[in-house]
């Protein structure tokens, strides 16, 4: 697989990801202040982002390891968007509903670098299929 479908298939699971993030901000956000529901609802898609990251971008198996890592390298996106929702929120004057989408679009190439370091690492063991894919593209 090349990077370039790496990248289609980041961004298909950034949008699902994103999806699932807005959709338990919202609902978290009933009952919770902004900041709470930002970081419970990041976690909880974080995990999905994990399998799907997995399963589909790079077509490797899941492992402990990797899973472990795995939040490390979402460490910068959590930054990244937690310094976002409060500036555009509190400095800026945006309005808390809107303000994680804007500032997730700044988290997007760091978290493909890092994530792909993970995932494709030099102790990663690949599916079948994907090592099909990558005998047939050299």
Known sequence: MTVTWQVVRFALVGAVNT?????????????????A???????LSMVGSFFLTSYFTYRTRPTWRKFLLFPLT?????V?????VYVLVDLVGLSARY?????????????FLLSRT????????????SLVETVATK
């Open 80 to 84: 990244i968007t937690t310094v976002g």
């Open 118 to 129: 993970i995932m494709l690492g030099p102790d990663t063991t690949r599916t079948r299929e």
């Open 37 to 43: 529901a930002h970081v419970l609802a990041f976690l």
């Open 99 to 111: 303000a994680p989408l804007m500032a997730a679009a700044a988290a997007i190439p760091v978290t």
């Open 19 to 35: 999806g699932t993030y807005y959709g338990l901000y919202l609902l978290f956000g009933l009952r919770l202040p902004y900041l």
């Open 74 to 78: 979402n460490a910068a996106n959590f």
